[in-house]
Each structure stands twice: as structure tokens, then as C-alpha cells.
């Protein structure tokens, strides 16, 4: 299958700072990323899904400021989590898939994100 | 609204042993379920989509679209399927996906 790649896997950053997380497919050009959020035993939440080249679609309750979103290429997205507060701490995952809607999305590792 | 709802956080087995993971749904028209799988310190992979009705690693789920359920199944367990396993469903037309809360499989020798 295709690979996608974050970058860290793990940070730790302190309150008040900003952390941005790369998200790279490495074999393919992905058309459409996902931004998910995980919190320890729970489920994968939708933050937001980015097209190349255009702005980002947040879902609900997600705030736009604080959690940025960039898809400058077919092969990169970026999550900037600005002035982090320790409830921001938690694990990113992000996606990519290419072409259609109905194409598989692949997953990459994650990043684990402390805020101190 | 739609929903996945996965009931059970843990399911023990023993090698050799059936496995049934159970997965309902609530969604308004035709649904699209999958079943994602995570094994220890990997990332979410697909295991399979309903609409392919194939079975991957002697896994097999079937849409009962009557109980609204998608449940994965397989009939002798083996000690690599211990992992994490999301049901999860296409929310809508965007092809954005939702999860249920996920159920750890840990199978013992």
C-alpha cells in the first residue's frame, strides 16, 4: 500500500508555543488529507480535511485559529497547533488519499503531542 | 445522525477460538462500512470495505442492514490478530470517514 509519513512522531512543546506536524504521502499524490485527533481509549475525531490548494474544512468545534491547516502540494499538509495549552496534548493522525472520494485513504503513524 | 458504535473496549479469546467484534451502525441510506485494524506501534490500516465482500486474513464482515450491524468475524483465532480494530463508516457524499471507539482483540496462547 501507499505511505504516508508525520513528522515528529512525538514533541513536546511548552504552553503558549507552536508545534507544527508534517504530513507526507511518499508514493503518491494525495488530492485530499484528513487531520484526526485521538484522545487516550477513544476514537479517531475528524478535525478538518484539506484539498491541495485550497483552505482547509474544519468540522464543528474545531477552532480555525488555533489549529492550522496548510496543503501547499500534493505531497504535504501541515496541522500548526498555535499557543498550545496543555489540553491540547493528545495524539494527531493525519491521511491522504488520491483521486476519487471513494479511494482508500492510507494513515500515517501519528504524532503524540505533550504540551508542559 | 450518523454513528458507530462498537460495544465491547476488550474481547479476550484463546488461539484457536471464534472471534465475533461487534459493530452497529446508524446512518440514512445506503452505508459504507469498513473495518480498520492497528497493530502494536503501526499505524490504521485498512482490513476490509463490505462492498469488496472479501475476506482478508480469514476476517469476513457482512452488512445486516435489519440489526444495523457490521460485525468482523473469524473463525480460529490466532495470536497475531491481537491488535486494535475500528468499524468505521463514509459520514456522507464527502467520503469523510467516522469511527466508532475502537475494540482491543487480544487472543492468548
Known amino acids: 500500500g501507499a505511505v504516508v509519513s508525520q513528522h515528529p512522531s512525538w514533541v513536546i512543546c511548552k504552553s503558549g508555543t507552536s508545534v507544527k506536524i508534517e504530513c507526507r504521502s511518499l508514493d503518491f499524490q494525495a488530492t485530499t488529507m484528513f487531520w484526526y485527533r485521538q484522545f487516550p481509549k477513544q476514537s479517531l475525531m475528524l478535525m478538518a480535511t484539506?484539498?491541495?490548494?485550497?483552505?482547509?474544512?474544519?468540522e464543528q468545534g474545531v477552532e480555525k485559529d488555533k489549529f492550522l491547516i496548510n496543503h501547499a502540494s500534493l505531497t504535504l499538509s501541515t496541522l500548526t497547533v498555535t499557543s498550545a495549552h496543555p489540553e491540547d496534548s493528545s495524539f494527531y493522525i493525519c491521511?491522504?488519499?488520491?483521486?476519487?472520494?471513494?479511494?482508500?485513504?492510507?494513515f500515517g503513524q501519528g504524532t503524540r503531542l505533550t504540551v508542559v | 445522525a450518523q454513528r458507530v458504535t462498537q460495544p465491547e473496549k476488550l474481547l479476550s479469546v484463546f488461539k484457536g477460538a471464534p472471534v465475533e467484534l461487534k459493530c452497529n451502525y446508524s446512518y440514512s441510506g445506503s452505508p459504507e462500512l469498513f473495518w480498520y485494524v492497528q497493530y502494536s506501534r503501526q499505524r490504521l490500516q485498512l482490513l476490509l470495505r463490505?462492498?469488496s465482500r472479501e475476506s482478508i486474513k480469514g476476517f469476513t464482515a457482512d452488512l445486516n442492514k435489519g440489526e444495523t450491524s457490521f460485525h468482523l468475524k473469524k473463525p480460529f483465532a490466532q495470536e497475531e490478530d491481537s491488535a486494535m480494530y475500528y468499524c468505521?463508516?463514509?459520514?456522507?457524499?464527502?467520503?469523510?470517514?467516522?469511527f466508532g471507539s475502537g475494540t482491543r482483540l487480544l487472543v492468548r496462547p
Open positions: 491521511s491522504a488519499r488520491e483521486g476519487t472520494g471513494m479511494a482508500e485513504a492510507f
Open positions: 484539506s484539498n491541495e490548494g485550497s483552505k482547509a474544512t474544519y
Open positions: 468505521a463508516l463514509y459520514r456522507d457524499s464527502s467520503y469523510k470517514l467516522i
Open positions: 463490505h462492498i
